[in-house]
């Protein structure tokens, strides 16, 4: 077939089958693909995050997939950067490229460009998982409240990754996030990137999360987060500060059943979905296609802009 020439980013919520849509269309396309997810970027974190197979992996020479151990810290600006970095590689080769994932911050930073927030040291970030240890997220959630409410009044008080992100900021620099985030440069990239969003409908999004968690609950998620946590991996290291991980660590300390604890990451899960919707919806830059289940053929259409 012929080679599409623009880069192609599908995207959608958790569970809504991108991944499977991705593939088929990079086997028709002769596509190489690359991730556009904030936990598929770490190492050991395989049945939580729905991370493809190795064999996955090799036949479509997967980018940005297992960069970084679960106690780093992993920016957008970084992921932004290095994914930049792979999609360049991939195209010299000739191969097309397509961009598949769900967190939209990262798609946002690929396309529009960002310069990186102040590094943050390796004592703040140990004062935020002692504090949390001591305090609990709901304390430290009140006090990143207090210090950036412009912020704070956009996330969920359960999103511990943009509460740490306000508190070491904070710490670090004595600056607001927002502020930081106001200040910075956009470089755009040098390529077109067509997004296209397969909307699936929230009641069928919910059937499919609630089968997919059975299913990782079914292939050992219990045991990948007792492995990590017994390997020295803290419960409040950015890889495992996510939904999917915190839940089960909930479990392994006994603060609830393992039953419950699975409830709730279903529960947490199609929040963040809804999360992810909202975003999307909110980006003139993704077409949205409401005709679910979208066919790979309609895609590639799309892409080769007929």
């Known amino acids: 077939m012929t080679t599409p020439r623009p880069i192609l980013a599908i995207v959608g919520v958790t569970g809504s089958g991108k991944n499977e849509l991705a593939q088929e269309v990079a086997r028709r396309t002769g596509a190489t693909l690359v991730s556009v997810d904030s936990r598929k970027v770490y190492r050991r974190l395989d049945i939580g995050t729905a991370k493809p197979k190795p064999e996955i992996i090799h036949e479509f020479d997967y980018g940005m997939i297992d960069c970084a151990d679960p106690i780093e810290h992993f920016s957008a600006a970084r992921y932004a950067s290095e994914a ?17 994932g769900g967190t939209g911050f990262y798609l946002d930073a690929f396309i529009n460009g960002l310069t ?123 890889g495992l500060a996510t939904v999917g991980y915190q839940e089960i660590v909930e479990f392994l300390r006994g603060q609830c059943d393992e039953k419950g604890a699975y409830e709730k990451v279903i529960h947490n899960t199609c929040r963040y979905a809804k999360r992810q919707a909202t975003w999307f919806r909110h980006r003139d830059y993704v077409q949205r296609l409401s005709d679910y289940p979208v066919e790979p053929e309609r895609i590639i259409n799309i892409w080769r802009n007929r």
Do not use: N
């Not at 930049?84 to 191969?95: E, H, S, W």
């Open 116 to 238: 990186d927030l102040p590094q943050i040291s390796e004592s703040t970030r140990q004062r935020l998982v002692i504090e949390a240890e001591a305090r609990g997220w709901e304390s430290l959630y009140d006090e990143a409240k207090s210090v950036d409410p412009e912020f704070i009044g956009r996330i969920h008080p359960g999103d511990k990754t943009r509460i740490r992100r306000v508190l070491e900021a904070w710490w670090q620099t004595g600056q607001r996030l927002s502020a930081l985030l106001s200040q910075r440069e956009l470089s755009p990239c040098p390529w077109t990137v067509r997004v296209v969003w397969p909307d699936v409908d929230r009641g069928l999004a919910k059937d499919r999360i609630r089968q997919r968690v059975g299913k990782m609950r079914e292939a050992g998620l219990t045991a990948e987060v007792q492995d990590l946590l017994e390997e020295g991996v803290s419960a409040g290291a950015p």
């Open 84 to 100: 930049r970095a792979v999609v360049a590689d991939r195209l010299k080769t000739g191969r097309p490229v397509i961009l598949v």
